[in-house]
């Protein structure tokens, strides 16, 4: 019972979080509050952005919970007003927003789902319609299966998609960098930043479409990146794409990869800060390590290259020449 009671009271942390920060900025003592509830437990980040998923999603949703029974709005709050803070509905009290939210968690349509995974997190979900989603870490997808299409979108992250085949209900992934369309095949989609999108095919064929260029149609072992205004398209070898995918089974591969490349890598799976002094940034790294032994890697590259690492205060880690010049 006791852990019953710990993880309402959990969600309902989370909950007051997602409408505090639905409704404007944090104090300074708010921030400080946040970031100590959300180091105290990685479960408290990934639902967190859980609820910050549902909140978004709330205004297309109500009118079903409200059919529903599920949630009951006044006619006064259903009013618009001048200079409410984006979303309408948020409560004016944080319980009254946090009951709302929770609403939406235990009442949205089947067709609807929010996954997220946290920093070191990786999920495998199955999806409505059978579709299967491996989930690398810090990556959040809202689906919506509600329509005639099955829509996917994906704010940030990585994830490799076995998509269910069905020609009559088109499968389409957006991203801030473009959107891809399939209909039933197998590839991968790393969401690096609004304005970076790498799509790698395995089996069937993908339409990419970058935002503001024209849609490039991929086959099995291709892969395209698109790199702010820069789109580029190559094969892959059988190697080479069992490399790009090897973070599915919690691994890195790195060949001649730059070091200041590398250890990005690890800082984005880690959700840490990695200096890299320029004057090493550009030294090689090869070899296959693990995503989760940050530690093992460290301690590796100070053993076969001219490097050291040492941690600030602030938990950062600063990679920097052996000998300090």
Not at 232 to 251: F, P
């Amino acid at each position: 019972m006791n852990a019953l009671r710990d993880d309402s009271r959990r969600e309902d942390q989370a909950a007051l979080w997602a409408a505090k920060l639905d409704g404007g900025s944090l104090s300074g003592t708010d921030r400080a509050d946040l970031d100590a509830w959300l180091a105290r437990d990685p479960q408290n980040r990934t639902l967190l952005t859980q609820y910050c998923q549902f909140s978004a999603d709330l205004e297309e949703q109500l009118p079903l919970l409200v059919a529903a029974g599920a949630a009951v709005i006044s006619a006064e709050d259903a009013r618009p007003r001048r200079h409410r803070h984006r979303r309408w509905w948020i409560a004016s009290t944080l319980a009254a927003a946090a009951a709302i939210v929770i609403a939406v968690y235990q009442f949205q349509p089947a067709a609807v789902r929010n996954v997220a995974t946290s920093v070191a997190e990786r999920q495998t979900v199955k999806l409505q319609d059978g579709s299967v989603v491996d989930l690398n870490a810090r990556t959040s997808l809202a689906v919506d299966f509600s329509g005639r299409e099955r829509h996917v979108r994906m704010a940030e992250g990585e994830a490799f998609f076995t998509v269910a085949k069905d020609k009559s209900q088109p499968f389409i992934i957006e991203t801030p960098a473009g959107a891809v369309r399939v209909t039933g095949t197998v590839f991968d989609v790393h969401a690096e930043s609004p304005e970076n999108l790498t799509v790698t095919v395995v089996e069937g064929s993908v339409q990419v479409n970058p935002t503001g260029a024209a849609a490039w149609s991929l086959k099995p072992n291709e892969q395209l990146t698109v790199a702010s205004t820069r789109i580029s398209c190559h094969h892959l070898d059988a190697t080479q794409l069992e490399n790009e995918l090897a973070w599915r089974h919690g691994e890195a591969v790195f060949d001649g990869t730059s070091l200041r490349e590398a250890l990005a890598q690890f800082a984005y799976y880690h959700g840490c800060s990695i200096i890299t002094a320029p004057s090493v940034a550009s030294l090689r790294v090869s070899g296959r390590y693990r995503l989760d032994d940050l530690d093992g890697f460290l301690a590796d590259i100070t053993s076969v290259m001219p490097v050291r690492t040492s941690r600030e205060a602030s938990g950062a880690v600063v990679v920097t020449p052996r000998t300090g010049s």
